[in-house]
């Protein structure tokens, strides 16, 4: 199957102004793409490409003074599979897991671990280590949260999340992080394009956060929002949490005057020439490329 995915936002400065953008697909993100998977400009400015230390594609830029339109639109080939499952998978002893697990056991700014590990324990205690655990948090948070677009703010911790039992995906997805790392298992933050193929009733088209936990060697999705297995999730960053990837970091001040995403499944039915009338309109295909040192 394919789903064609992008974003337009449009931003006033009055300043020329640094940008650092987090908007590209993950440089990990095995799917065939197609389309320029870069940022583009209008009108037009010199951008540059790096990879994080999280394997995160990220785009620099000076906006200028004035209106600027942040843009991507791709086509990608996806399986149509939903996120992996495996009731039987193990979680590690800590002295067994992989060094570079253990950064995702920490707390972070917005994943408060050690403030949450009593109520933790208390919560999960008695539940089987591994899947079943990391599946109990996801309901647990699942149910706990009630989500709003209202309820967010750029400042809400996890701590904050489950006291005020309300949240936007990042906190469904922040506190499902603290509760994993407060009970010894390995998770990070992930966020990405999320449709409706296979669940139309989800509401429209948006970036969406999850998390990746660590269990029997390999890393797993998890998503407490729905709290259930999903089709065509489209890979843009992984961090400790979302203080690691915000889509704009901006070096001083601007005004955002639109913001709109799609992630929409190309029907089946949709004719060859259609399809290629689709796939003429959209970018010349063009692979992110590191910034010249």
């Known amino acids: 199957m394919f789903i064609r995915a992008g ?30 998977a870069g940022v583009r400009t209008t009108p037009s400015v010199p951008t540059t490409a790096f990879v994080d230390g999280f394997g995160n594609w990220r785009t620099r830029l000076v906006a200028p003074v004035g209106e600027l339109t942040l843009s991507s639109d791709i086509l990608v080939e996806d399986s149509g599979a939903p996120d992996r499952f495996n009731w039987d998978a193990r979680q590690h002893e800590v002295a067994d897991l992989p060094s570079d697990t253990l950064t995702f056991l920490t707390a972070s700014r917005y994943c408060e671990v050690d403030e949450l590990v009593a109520r933790a324990w208390e919560l999960f205690g008695s539940v089987p280590p591994g899947w079943a655990r990391v599946q109990a948090i996801s309901n647990f948070v699942h149910n706990h949260l009630t ?14 999340a489950m006291r005020e039992k309300t949240g936007v995906c990042r906190d469904f997805a922040q506190l499902s992080l603290a509760l994993c790392r407060a009970m010894n298992i390995p998770a990070r933050y992930a966020s990405g394009y999320l449709g409706d193929v296979g669940v139309p009733d989800s509401g429209p088209a948006d970036f969406c956060a999850w998390i990746e936990v660590f269990l029997e060697g390999e890393w797993y999705t998890f998503d407490a929002r729905y709290n259930t297995p999903r089709i065509g999730r489209i ?40 399809r290629l009338a689709m796939l003429q309109s959209l970018p010349d295909s063009q692979p992110l490329t590191l910034a010249a040192e």
């Not at 337009?8 to 320029?36: F, K, M, Q, W």
């Not at 989500?147 to 904050?160: C, E, H, L, N």
Request: glycine share 8%; with cysteine; aromatic share 10%.
């Open 235 to 274: 890979l843009l960053v992984r961090g400790q949490d979302a203080a690691d990837v915000p889509m704009i970091t901006a070096f001083g001040s601007y005004r955002m005057s639109l913001f709109r995403v799609w992630c929409d499944e190309v029907s089946g039915t949709t004719s060859e020439a259609d």
């Open 147 to 160: 989500f709003g677009y209202g309820f967010g703010r750029s400042t809400k911790t996890a701590v904050d």
């Open 7 to 36: 974003f337009e936002i449009t931003i006033t400065c009055d300043a020329p102004t640094p940008l650092l953008l987090a908007l590209s697909p993950h440089s990990t993100y095995p799917n065939r793409i197609v389309g320029n």
